[in-house]
């Protein structure tokens, strides 16, 4: 189907259930591809890149870097996006996993670091600098294993992403059905050599669990997210993974918990962030209740009994299967 009318269905049944939804809405600006490339400051200062007249609750940076682009070439695009996204009184996420990427962006103003830093330990300045601007991280460390292990045919879904998945998605996710002449160089790669896959990924978590935990241990924002969408990360039940992988960086249940609710709340920012993540009078009523502790075990997390949206009820079973 063309464009406009896969947007127009999309709108017309997120309009039908949105009482049963998530209240972030949209989060990607348009179904379609590729999404806004600034290139340069003037088109970056042009209203955010085009953003500022959506009206949007939070303006997203990639700040990716190579030999070819350093640091320093992107940075005037990033700070540009960042003082016309402000000036319209907008927040701003960068997404930096490398420490100096990653240190440019909050020195340039962003509110928001999307994923670990996962090429080196962060230094005392780099610690220092988050907690002067009260800078808030989202470490998403689900997805840096996600790729890899899609690719090399390793995926560890958790049991909630089994049972409450999309099977569809899941079912995709088989490298092994595509035809060997069709399979991309990456792929081939990894399925040739899956132990060096799940080597890169252990590297990679290496450096950001030990990351996290410095951070959280000096009292950095941390807010729980998974970056559900990238290959691999199933939307809503991979949040259980990215649970089990904080509390093997040493966080302990409760700031888990406290990741994913009021700090959450705080990344949201705005109307929503305001009455979200806390149980208090004029709070949205919000709500889901456990059969288990949470705080005697993360997993418990998932043991869902109940769901309260907007006040109205719903038991597990009928939401869930």
């Avoid at 700070?79 to 927040?91: C, G, L, Q, V, Y």
């Amino acid at each position: 189907m063309g464009e406009e009318s896969c947007e127009r269905r999309l709108c017309a049944l997120f309009a039908q259930r949105h009482y049963q939804c998530c209240r972030c809405g949209w989060t990607i600006l348009e179904f379609r591809s590729p999404q806004n490339c600034q290139r340069d400051c003037e088109n970056a200062t042009r209203r955010g890149g085009g953003a500022v007249d959506l009206k949007p609750d939070l303006v997203k940076i990639w700040y990716i870097v190579d030999k070819d682009h350093p640091v320093d070439s992107f940075r005037p695009i990033v700070r540009a996006t960042i003082e016309e996204s402000h000036a319209h009184k907008i927040r701003v996420a960068v997404h930096a996993t490398e420490l100096e990427t990653a240190r440019a962006a909050v020195e340039e103003g962003a509110d928001v670091l999307v994923h670990s830093v996962i090429d080196k330990p962060v230094d005392d300045a780099f610690v220092k600098l988050l907690k002067d601007r009260h800078t808030i991280l989202c470490p998403t460390l689900v997805v840096f294993e996600r790729y890899g292990r899609t690719f090399s045919h390793q995926l560890n879904l958790a049991p909630e992403e089994k049972a409450w998945g999309n099977p569809e998605v899941i079912a995709s996710l088989d490298v092994t059905k595509i035809p060997q002449d069709k399979l991309p160089e990456r792929i081939k790669t990894a399925l040739a050599d899956p132990n060096a896959a799940l080597d890169r990924i252990r590297k990679v978590h290496e450096v950001a669990l030990k990351n996290l935990k410095t951070l959280e241990g000096a009292g950095i924002c941390i807010a729980a997210g998974t970056d559900a969408g990238n290959i691999g990360t199933i939307h809503g039940p991979a949040l259980f993974r990215e649970f089990q992988l904080m509390k093997e960086a040493g966080l302990t249940n409760m700031q888990i918990l406290q990741c994913a609710t009021a700090n959450a709340a705080k990344l949201f920012g705005g109307h929503t962030g305001a009455h979200i993540g806390k149980l208090e009078s004029g709070n949205f009523a919000d709500i889901v209740i456990l059969r288990s502790n949470p705080l005697d075990d993360i997993a418990h997390a998932s043991d869902i009994d109940t769901v309260i949206k907007n006040g109205a009820v719903y038991p597990a079973d009928s939401i869930l299967h």
